[in-house]
C-alpha cells in the first residue's frame, strides 16, 4: 500500500541537530509514512546517525550522495517517493509530532493540492519560540473555497514563504507538471514552491502551528548565504521561465516584479562580509533591469518602501 | 433532431412544478425534446416528472442524486440532441409560442443565441399576480438587430438571465460552454451567461415578453443567506474562463468588475446581517486588488460608484458603517449630492453662456475701440492738412467775433 506521506529530508552535516529532528519525524502520530534520507556527503556522522535510525525502522529509506546541494536530493527524494503527499522538510528543525497526521487530513479533505500549515521559530540562543506571521497571510486568503493564487488579494508570492517545508504536496499534481527542485546550494526551492502555487486549482491552508523552524544556527544554510550569493537571482529568473512557460507571466508579471524587488532587497540587506558590495554593484548594474524593475512607475510598486530603497541603489 | 431542447433543471419544487410543465409540454413549436433533470428533489417533485413522462413521448426524465444546479444543466446539455437549448427553471413558466418564435428568428438570422424581455411575478395570497415588465436592455435602439456580443463587452450590461433565450447547440458546443460544477454553489448561471457574450458572434434581443420568473419562491438561492461566498465563487469561475483565452480578459476585464461589483452590492444586501461585515471586508480586499493592478475601468462606472469603490477598498470598515449600518441617510445624502451636482451643472451651464456673452462684448468693445482710434488719426490728419488750415484762417475773423458777442 502507498504510503500516505513521503517526508523527504536532504541531510548535510547537522549531526548535532538531527537526532532530535528524527525523532520528531519517526514519531509522528500518522505512522503510514516513508521517510527518505538523502545524505548530501556529511563530514560529520550524519549518515551513522541516519543508518542507526533505519536498522530500527523500515519506513526509512537512506542514499548517500556526493555533495551536490539540497536541491539535487531533494529531486533524488522525489523521484524515489511513492506517498499520496510528500513533504520536505529541512534537517536542522523540527516539528510537532501530529503535524503529517494533522496537515494530512486537511489536505485529504479539501483534496489540496497544496497545503500550508502555520510554524514557528526556534531562537536557540535564547531557547525562546517566536510566532510569525508572514509565513501565512491570512488577511490575504478568501474566506471561502474552492482557493487558487487568483483568489488571493495580495501579492501572490508574498502569502506564503518560497520554502518547502511548512507544505504539503500532492504527489500526482507534482508529478503532472513535472515539477522539480533547482539545482543550486540555495534558494533551491523557491521555484518548486513558487510553481506549485501558481498551478495549484485547490490551495488549502491549516492554521496551526505545527514546526519549528531553527535559527541563530552558525551552520545553517542562510548563514553560509556569501559563498552563494547569486542563487537567489537564479531563483527569480528560473521562476519568470516557469511562469512564462504555464503562459501566467502577463497575468502575474506585477506581483512578480514587486516580489524580486522584495527578495532582492532582502538578499542584499542579509547578507554580510565582502560580497555585499559585488551584490550591490551587481544589482545596480544589470540585475534590477534584468528583472525587469527599471523603468516602472511609482505606482507599480505595492511597497512604497521598497521602491525608495530601490531608487537610492540606483541613483 | 428536435428544434429545440428545453432543459428543467428541478429541485424541489412541487408546488410550481405543474404550472412550468404545462407551459413546456403545450408549445406551438411541436418539435421539442424535453429534459427534466430531478437533482435529488426530497418532495413530490419527482413523481409529478414522472406523470408527466408518461403522458408525453418528448419527454427525458433524469432522476440524479442532489448535486447542485451546475451538475444538472450539464447533464441537460450533455442529453440534448436538439438544434437549439432552452432553459426554463421548474418554478417559472413560459408563453405558449416562446420557443416557436424564438427558433424562427434564430433560424431567419443564423444567430448564435436570441433572447427576449421577460416579466417577474409574485403571487400574492389573495391569488392575484403582480407582475414587472423587465427590458433586457434600457435602449430601444438595441432590439431586434444583429449584434456581435464578443466584440462588445458593453452589451453584458443587459440583464444577466439564461432562460429567457435560446442557443444553438453547435455554438455551444464549439466553445463547450457549460455550467461551473461546484457542489453546493448557487448563481452558476452568471458564469453560463458571461461565456454565451464573450464568445456569440451573432447574437438578437426581442423586445417583447416570453418568460414569466417567479419571484416569491422561499427556497430561491436568491434568498438564502447560508450561501454567502456563491456569488465570488461563480465570479472566480468567470476569471478562469477569460484568463485561459489570450486577449479575452484584456478585452473584458472592465466589465467583469463591472458586473461583480453590482453582484456583490446585491450579495450584501442579500446575506444575514451576521455575515455582511466579513463580506464587506472580502469585497473590499478584492477590489483593492483589482485597482492595484489596474483593472477596474473608471469610465463604466457612475462617479458615485466609483466613489463607494475606493472607499470600500480603502476602508471596508468605513463603508459597512456608511453603507450598511446606515443606509437609508446615505442614499438621502447620495440623492441629495446628486441633486447639487445637478444644479453645480446647470450652474456651470450659465456660467458658459454668460462667458460666452461678455467674450463678444469684450470683442465689440475692443472694435470699437479699433474704429475710435482710426477716427482719431482721420480727425489729426484732417487737422494738419492744407485745407483745414486755410478754412480755419478765412473763418478766424468771424469766429472772433462771434466769440466777442457770445463767449465762448
Not at chain 2, 395570497?125 to 456581435?148: A, I, Q, R, W
Amino acid at each position: 500500500m502507498e504510503p500516505k506521506v513521503s517526508v523527504i529530508l536532504p541531510v548535510y552535516n547537522v549531526g548535532k541537530y538531527l537526532r532530535q529532528c528524527m525523532d520528531s519525524i519517526v514519531g509522528q502520530t500518522l505512522q503510514e509514512i516513508e521517510v527518505i534520507c538523502i545524505d548530501d556527503g556529511s563530514a560529520d556522522d550524519s549518515p551513522q546517525i541516519l543508518q542507526a535510525y533505519a536498522k530500527k525502522d523500515p519506513r526509512i529509506r537512506v542514499v548517500c550522495q556526493q555533495n551536490q546541494g539540497a536541491g539535487a536530493a531533494r529531486n533524488r527524494g522525489l523521484s524515489m517517493a511513492r506517498g499520496e503527499y510528500l513533504s520536505f522538510l529541512d534537517s536542522d528543525d523540527f516539528f510537532e509530532t501530529n503535524m503529517l497526521e494533522k496537515a494530512y487530513q486537511k489536505a485529504k479533505e479539501a483534496k489540496a493540492q497544496l497545503l500550508v500549515f502555520r510554524s514557528d521559530q526556534y531562537h536557540e540562543d535564547q531557547d525562546e519560540f517566536v510566532k510569525v506571521n508572514w509565513t501565512l497571510r491570512k488577511g490575504e486568503i478568501p474566506p471561502y473555497r474552492p482557493m487558487s493564487h487568483r483568489t488571493f488579494t495580495g501579492n501572490v508570492f508574498k502569502v506564503f514563504v518560497g520554502w518547502a517545508w511548512d507544505k504539503l504536496f500532492e504527489r500526482s499534481f507534482i508529478l503532472e507538471h513535472g515539477l522539480e527542485f533547482q539545482e543550486q546550494r540555495t534558494s533551491n526551492d523557491l521555484l518548486f514552491v513558487f510553481s506549485a502555487l501558481v498551478l495549484a486549482k485547490r490551495v488549502e491552508i491549516l492554521d496551526e502551528v505545527l514546526a519549528h523552524q531553527r535559527r541563530n544556527n552558525k551552520e545553517s544554510l542562510s548563514n553560509t548565504r556569501e559563498r552563494s550569493w547569486q542563487c537567489f537571482y537564479e531563483a527569480l529568473q528560473a521562476l519568470k521561465g516557469n511562469l512564462e512557460r504555464f503562459g501566467l507571466y502577463r497575468e502575474l508579471e506585477q506581483d512578480y516584479i514587486n516580489y524580486a524587488l522584495h527578495f532582492s532587497l532582502w538578499n542584499l540587506n542579509t547578507i554580510t562580509g565582502a560580497k555585499k558590495e559585488t551584490l550591490f554593484e551587481r544589482l545596480k548594474e544589470e540585475w534590477f533591469e534584468a528583472l525587469g524593475i527599471c523603468g516602472k512607475e511609482e505606482g507599480y510598486f505595492y511597497n512604497k518602501k521598497e521602491y525608495e530603497e530601490f531608487l537610492e541603489i540606483m541613483s | 433532431m428536435a428544434k429545440v431542447s428545453i432543459i428543467i433543471p428541478t429541485y424541489n419544487v412541487e408546488m410550481y412544478l405543474e404550472e412550468c410543465m404545462e407551459s413546456v409540454v403545450n408549445q406551438t413549436l411541436k418539435d421539442i425534446e424535453i429534459i427534466c433533470i430531478n437533482d435529488g428533489s426530497t418532495d413530490g417533485s419527482l413523481s409529478i416528472l414522472k406523470r408527466y413522462e408518461k403522458q408525453d413521448p418528448r419527454i427525458i426524465l433524469v432522476d440524479k442524486e442532489n448535486g447542485g444546479y451546475g451538475i444538472g444543466m450539464n447533464i441537460g446539455l450533455e442529453k440534448a440532441t436538439g438544434e437549439y437549448i432552452g432553459i426554463v427553471e421548474p418554478d417559472d413558466f413560459v408563453s405558449l409560442n416562446m420557443y416557436e418564435d424564438l427558433y424562427n428568428k434564430a433560424e431567419a438570422y443564423g444567430l448564435d443565441f436570441v433572447k427576449a424581455d421577460f416579466y417577474r411575478f409574485k403571487r400574492e395570497e389573495t391569488g392575484d399576480m403582480s407582475l414587472v415588465y423587465n427590458h433586457l436592455s434600457k435602449d430601444p435602439e438595441d432590439y431586434h438587430k444583429v449584434f456581435d456580443p464578443s466584440a462588445n463587452p458593453q452589451t453584458l450590461r443587459y440583464i444577466m438571465n439564461t432562460w429567457s433565450g435560446i442557443y444553438k447547440r453547435s455554438f455551444l458546443e464549439e466553445y463547450h460552454i457549460r455550467h461551473n460544477e461546484t457542489p453546493g454553489a448557487s448563481f452558476q448561471d452568471n458564469g453560463f451567461w458571461f461565456q454565451t457574450f464573450i464568445f456569440g458572434k451573432k447574437a438578437m434581443i426581442l423586445d417583447h415578453p416570453y418568460y414569466w420568473n417567479r419571484r416569491d419562491n422561499p427556497n430561491s438561492s436568491v434568498h438564502n443567506p447560508q450561501k454567502v461566498y456563491c456569488m465570488n465563487v461563480e465570479y472566480d469561475h468567470i476569471r478562469d474562463i477569460l484568463m485561459e483565452h489570450p486577449g479575452l480578459w484584456e478585452r473584458f476585464k472592465g466589465m467583469y468588475w463591472f458586473k461583480k461589483y453590482n453582484n456583490y452590492l446585491g450579495t450584501v444586501k442579500r446575506v444575514g446581517h451576521e455575515y455582511k461585515r466579513e463580506y464587506v471586508k472580502r469585497f473590499g480586499a478584492e477590489f483593492k486588488r483589482g485597482l492595484e493592478k489596474g483593472e477596474l475601468d473608471h469610465s463604466l462606472f457612475t462617479e458615485a460608484s466609483w466613489n463607494r469603490i475606493q472607499l470600500i477598498a480603502r476602508d471596508p470598515d468605513a463603508y459597512y458603517q456608511l453603507y450598511v449600518l446606515s443606509p437609508v441617510k446615505v442614499v438621502r445624502l447620495e440623492a441629495k449630492v446628486v441633486k447639487l451636482e445637478k444644479k453645480i451643472g446647470k450652474l456651470e451651464l450659465k456660467a458658459g453662456k454668460l462667458e460666452t456673452k461678455a467674450a463678444k462684448l469684450d470683442k465689440k468693445v475692443k472694435s470699437l475701440e479699433q474704429k475710435n482710434r482710426s477716427l482719431g488719426k482721420q480727425l489729426k490728419h484732417i487737422r494738419g492738412s492744407l485745407s483745414y488750415r486755410i478754412g480755419r484762417a478765412l473763418t478766424y475773423i468771424p469766429r472772433k467775433i462771434k466769440q466777442l458777442l457770445f463767449g465762448r
